[in-house]
């Protein structure tokens, strides 16, 4: 047998970059540096590496470091080392460098990853750009709060409360199903503001409505189903069901919400998605007459009810609507609320009311899919909803968001008033303003009126992601909830110049 | 028309239950007790409610407080006001207190709700019962760390400086993908620790490992679908590919991780599920030519990797091995990292590394069913590791584990070291005990001693449902994280007496 080459120190070092400057120790950056040279076949399987003494005083390092590297090197199989005898570059490893011919050839057909028939819908979707390209001076955006009006004072308070005192509670997963006070504490709260009838038990805390949308459709349809959704209606829930392979059947919303009256006599739907408190996007409440015959026809058909109360707290005249789920009585309807309106949106934490059979099923799954939410987070709103800081909080947002409302609405109608039709129920936090229908398509002109509002200054955004229907009138929302009164105005005033 | 009948106040305020001691207002909860006797039937539809001066005076109330029940039960569309004639219960809802003989037929034949296929899989999987029902003395339950151990303090200061000082961050939807500053932060450390090589656009931050998963199988596996998977190995992961529908091919580690060369010649496997740092939970890395190999068997074969690097920075003698995925040439291997064992579970917060053809069907994915992760947690996280604060904090965790564990083996050595094997790799939270093998069977064995063990205050953890071949060797399972050192001793010296 040959006796193996050993590499001179001088030529192995001549190759090697080290930064004292980095905060990567200097042996692992040498670590790094000598297997990049094996795995690129610089340095040949069986080839022995120099002594550490002589390669630490050609690159001017402690030998302690050449020792570190060569030990990981050989703890991580790069190399071998023989007692007496050195270190050695390890053999019958294959590696890149080396393509025989075979492997070229393996490596030029290998099959690149395929998307499955979910992964090839996913990216049939359009991406859910929220941000128009240019900041524009007056954004009407929606989905976000106002900065400076959540309690944030209070809310560090809390947290600190829990990283002070009880972390044995944060060193340990918690509960899927959530941390147990706030199932309690969102239990009497709806039960006491919403009108929703339920046990902590059957409070379910998720990351969002999203997760909560996406396990209970694998839990009980088939792709292929029927989903019966409102148009306009909520497009994030509309791609969750999609996905799936669900089969989306959209009737168009009135001023009453989802017209129960039109559902086809002979609908197999398993599924309906609604929000009755205040419908999205176009606005107004779901009437009592179709909230029990909606409720009677999934009774009759074994379907569920998905009642999204994105914001229901936020009706500004008179009570907030009580919930579709408090009718119920025999398990239909599923309650999906979220802290995203009223807390913030940086919070990720929403919560989910199911029929008590539906509880096991969805806790397991989602044990499986995610082990649960964060406890802190958790802890804190619990402690913001038992404590009286969410009520008070509520008040405030009624009044300040109210306010915001009543400014917008006050410049449509005294500016556009002639122009544009939208719903006058006092809720919410966006306004959807119906265009003149012309005879262009809905498309085109909603794509022009972006384009005007966003050269003025004003974002605006296209209201056709969000009807279902054919052809769908032109339409625009406005957020309002992320600006001041005095924006609002003036973004108003730049957009009636525009239309 | 007969005119309606109008119910008198005092019949009416004698079946009205109002608590002054609550914190819901009197009218609303009036509210809820006219609706309740709408929805009952005691009030039937056209029947006049009383004058509202008559019913508060009944009442011992203010007559606000009646007015405000009746607006909000007419907002609602419970009663009907008529100028000067008074408020009526609204005629033509179909309550359920009226049933007929036809709607009696419908609720006694109403189909329930079935759960899908998926949905009956949930229901098949164990229940994952991380907690034994009543607490040991000393519990070796594993996957939580040791409370005081995290740097609290600091914690919270770095979340203090978000809420105090930049909150239009959290005032808005963060991005799907993660706080590029993480993700920016993560690319760094991965690199330079981790030898993983990827940039910030790579990384995307998941609410938990699990959710990765669920994703990844979805965008590329079908049912049906090969995974080949270790045994014993990671049970959460197994339970999303059994969801799934995929079929589980496990092949049994050895001390040099997944034996890579006992892939059947016709394995028509899409997914390939490691834990090469430091095998779950038997404990060992997978060797270099398995490395090299692994990733050239999928290459040929078009299948993709998954690395689960959930503890590999937990390493006591040496360094941390470095990731397969630094090894990929291909864009083979997906990369899965968490902070809950080395910041703390309650976090949930992990990431993972993709391939660049991967990110764009990835964060799309995730965008429909979850829309992000809490923004406040990653930006923290994010200060946490740029400023050094991360790398202290494992240095302090490598020197507190490592104690833990050298304690709980040196005391396993001492007691049992003649009856039981387990893997000496000093590396993770927990150890795997191989039972001795008898005649019984291995159920029968494992709840014997984790039985045994419970009585006498210690709780350990049956190693079964981590095992897919059969016969699984007799095994249990001893997680140190969250136990000091003295009770880990005595831990010991109490099973060894029960073994």
């Not at 795995?39 to 040949?44: A, E, K, Y």
């Not at 999934?298 to 229901?312: K, L, N, P, S, W």
Request: charged share 20%.
């Amino acid at each position: 047998m040959m006796p193996p080459v050993v590499i001179k120190s001088e030529t192995l070092a001549a190759t090697i970059n080290l930064n004292r400057q980095e905060r990567v120790p200097l042996y692992q950056q040498l670590y790094f540096e000598i297997r990049e040279r094996i795995l690129g076949g610089d340095l040949p399987p069986g080839s022995g590496l120099p002594p550490t003494r002589q390669l630490a005083q050609a690159l001017g390092v402690a030998r302690v470091t050449v020792t570190e590297a060569y030990a990981q090197l050989e703890a991580e199989g790069f190399v071998t080392s023989r007692r007496g005898a050195g270190t050695f570059v390890a053999v019958g490893l294959t590696l890149a460098g080396e393509e025989t011919a075979a492997s070229s050839t393996v490596r030029a057909g290998a099959p690149p990853l395929t998307l499955s028939a979910w992964g090839e819908r996913v990216m049939g979707l359009r991406p859910s750009a929220n941000l128009p390209p240019t900041r524009p001076d007056i954004d009407f955006g929606f989905g976000r709060s106002f900065p400076h009006i959540f309690p944030y004072d209070i809310w560090r308070r809390l947290l600190d409360r829990y990283l002070s005192t009880d972390d044995v509670m944060l060193s340990r997963y918690g509960s899927v199903a959530g941390f147990f006070p706030l199932r309690q504490a969102l239990a009497d709260y709806l039960g006491q503001w919403r009108g929703v009838r339920c046990t902590a038990e059957q409070v379910v805390i998720v990351n969002g409505a999203q997760q909560a949308l996406d396990i209970l459709t694998r839990l009980y349809l088939s792709p292929g189903d029927e989903v019966l959704v409102e148009s306009p209606g909520y497009a994030q829930a509309f791609a969750v069901f999609r996905l799936f392979g669900a089969a989306l059947r959209p009737l168009p919303v009135d001023d009453h919400g989802f017209p129960v009256e039109l559902i086809p006599a002979g609908s197999r739907a398993r599924l309906v998605f609604v929000t009755p408190s205040n419908q999205f996007p176009r606005g107004g409440a779901l009437s009592l007459p179709r909230r029990l015959a909606l409720l009677a026809w999934a009774q009759t058909h074994g379907a569920f009810i998905v009642e999204d109360d994105y914001d229901g707290e936020l009706r500004y005249e008179g009570r907030p609507f009580t919930a579709l789920q408090g009718l119920d009585d025999d398990g239909r309807v599923v309650y999906l609320g979220t802290f995203s309106k009223v807390l913030f949106p940086a919070l990720r934490l929403s919560y989910v009311v199911l029929p008590p059979d539906m509880v096991t099923p969805f806790v397991q799954a989602k044990g499986v899919v995610d082990r649960g939410a964060p406890t802190l987070t958790q802890a804190a709103v619990a402690d913001f909803i038992t404590e009286g800081h969410f009520e008070r909080h509520l008040r405030h947002l009624r009044q300040a968001y109210g306010q915001r409302r009543q400014v917008l609405v006050e410049g449509l109608d005294a500016h556009l008033g002639d122009k544009v039709r939208f719903s006058h129920t006092p809720a919410g936090l966006h306004v959807m303003l119906y265009l003149p229908e012309g005879a262009a398509k809905t498309a085109v002109v909603e794509t022009a009126v972006v384009a005007q509002a966003a050269a003025a200054g004003v974002g605006v955004y296209p209201g056709a992601p969000y009807h279902l229907h054919t052809p769908a009138p032109p339409s625009i929302l406005l957020g309002f909830s992320g600006l001041t009164e005095e924006e609002i105005a003036e973004g108003v005033r730049r957009l009636a110049a525009v239309l």
